[in-house]
């Protein structure tokens, strides 16, 4: 079984552009379990833009699934919040200050020591690492040694291929899961899936653990309600 993770940064992004409680981000995140969510991700990023530090404090209280926090282990304030939160699991991703949003995995062939050193750390405190990769099999190689539990594979690449060529759009995917399998990394994905590509990308990566998926659902739970969003993206997974 794949599980679905919602991402409800967008849920703070239209919050924040109000200065308001509406919508309240806890309610999105109890919501998404009631709506058939298998977890919830939050990505806080320094500046506190869409996701707050605090919001991740109160989110933690009722999630009843799986709770995963992403975010850029280079700030010593994300370190400390995810220690002190304790979710279900870290996804470390390499962000530079002030980015628009994620456009890159690591380089863990570069910055395998750090992310060595780093990934204990939070394993320490007993919580599951996945560090967010480019679906290149040298880069899962290298994250194999890191000590990661699994890779988060960035399918921003995939959704913009796959209105060209689908075929070409999931080769290196498939090529990167199949290398984190025959390593025995678990598998997560995502950046920009969608209704219309999420089908596609798991029934040519079956064993892949979960997706998280923010944006494209937010979008779709606009025009077609917040249960539905949830439950036909749940459909895609089957
Ligand atoms: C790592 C990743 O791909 C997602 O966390 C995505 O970047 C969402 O972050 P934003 O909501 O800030 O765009
Ligand atoms: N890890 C990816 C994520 O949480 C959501 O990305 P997106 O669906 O908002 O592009």
């Given at each position: ?107 863990t062939i ?26 290149i099999v040298e880069m899962v190689e290298a994250a194999s040694t ?33 290398k984190?399998?025959e390593l ?55």
């Amino acid at each position: 079984m794949t599980k679905l993770s919602v991402n409800i940064n967008k849920f703070a992004t239209l919050r924040n552009s109000r200065g308001g409680d509406n919508p309240n981000v806890v309610k999105a995140a109890v919501d998404a379990e009631l709506f058939g969510a298998d977890g919830v991700t939050v990505h806080p990023r320094p500046d506190e833009r869409h996701i707050r530090y605090n919001d991740v404090r109160e989110i933690k209280k009722v999630v009843r699934t799986e709770f995963n926090i992403e975010g850029n282990c280079s700030e010593q304030k994300f370190v400390d919040l995810v220690l002190e939160v304790k979710p279900d699991q870290v996804t470390l991703v390499p962000d530079a200050l002030n980015q628009l949003t994620s456009d890159h995995g690591w380089n863990t062939i570069d910055h395998q020591q750090y992310l060595k050193d780093i990934i204990a750390v939070f394993k320490n405190a007993a919580i599951r690492v996945s560090i967010f990769v480019d679906p290149i099999v040298e880069m899962v190689e290298a994250a194999s040694t890191t000590g990661t539990d699994r890779i988060e594979l960035y399918t921003e690449g995939y959704a913009r291929n796959f209105l060209v060529n689908k075929e070409q759009a999931i080769a290196p995917y498939v090529a990167a899961a199949q290398k984190a399998k025959e390593l025995g990394l678990g598998l997560n994905a995502g950046h920009d899936l969608d209704l219309h590509n999420l089908k596609y990308f798991k029934q040519h990566i079956p064993h892949l653990d979960e997706v998280s998926i923010g944006h494209a659902l937010v979008c779709d739970a606009i025009y077609l309600g917040y249960e539905n969003a949830v439950q036909m993206y749940k459909r895609q997974l089957f």
